[in-house]
């Protein structure tokens, strides 16, 4: 168990359709960060926070939106899903300053 | 903007063959360089890094040498197990750039036969 937690691990649903991804830092971890891995875009990085606000942007879609709230857990939530968007979904987190994150295990996402 | 290429995979061995996975990266700055493990079914577990030109890295037998004057970090262990299959990914971090982003290249699968 690295600390992180990401739930659901498996998620299934319809184009069109909207989900919830939720992650729980390891404990003292203020930065939580989410990452997309495809088999043809690799790991992407998506968005960063830290201790509740907005640290980074990345190849995030405008279809997608994450918040970080005041217990410091994390929401990504991915609407009007495309079949493209199926994909394994990573969150980390790391301490502020820190070297290399520590990642959850991943929410594995399939647009059907 | 940052980037990091890796050996194209995947790569087969047998047990207690010698192992290299070649990484280079392109930063602006002065990047530190992560090599990350990814098994079956599991995230991404940190296996070593280097903040720092010349800094080796090292963990469970595996070595990478950061080498400024060539742009690379490559992997190496001199006797690979069945256990070590996996996916290996070689990123890096340029704060001064990026912040605390972590850029990755495409990934390596490694196969190990015994």
């Known amino acids: 168990d690295s600390g992180v937690t990401q739930t659901p691990k498996h998620l299934i649903t319809a184009t069109g359709q909207r989900v919830t991804l939720r992650c729980s830092p390891r404990s003292g971890d203020l930065s939580v960060y989410w990452y997309q891995q495809s088999l043809d875009q690799g790991l992407q990085f998506l968005i960063q926070?830290?201790?509740?606000?907005?640290?980074a942007k990345g190849n995030i879609l405008e279809r997608f939106s994450a918040q970080q709230f005041p217990d410091l857990h994390s929401e990504l939530n991915l609407s009007s899903l495309e079949l493209g968007d199926s994909a394994l979904y990573f969150c980390a987190s790391s301490v502020e300053g820190g070297y290399g994150y520590t990642f959850g295990s991943g929410t594995r996402l399939t647009v059907v | 903007g940052d980037s990091v290429t890796q050996m194209e995979g995947p790569v087969t061995l047998s047990e207690e063959a010698f192992l290299t996975i070649n990484c280079t990266y392109t930063a602006t700055g002065y990047p530190s360089l992560f090599w990350y493990v990814q098994y079956p079914g599991e995230g991404l577990q940190l296996l070593l890094k280097a903040t720092k030109a010349d800094d080796k890295g090292s963990n469970k037998g595996f070595e990478a040498t950061y080498r400024k004057e060539t742009t690379s970090f490559h992997l190496e262990k001199g006797s690979v197990q069945v256990s070590d299959s996996a996916v290996y990914f070689c990123?890096?971090?340029?704060?001064?750039?990026?912040?605390?982003?972590?850029?990755f290249g495409e990934g390596t699968q490694l196969t190990v036969n015994p």
């Open positions: 990123a890096l971090m340029e704060r001064e750039t990026s912040g605390s982003r972590l850029t």
């Open positions: 926070y830290y201790n509740g606000e907005e640290r």
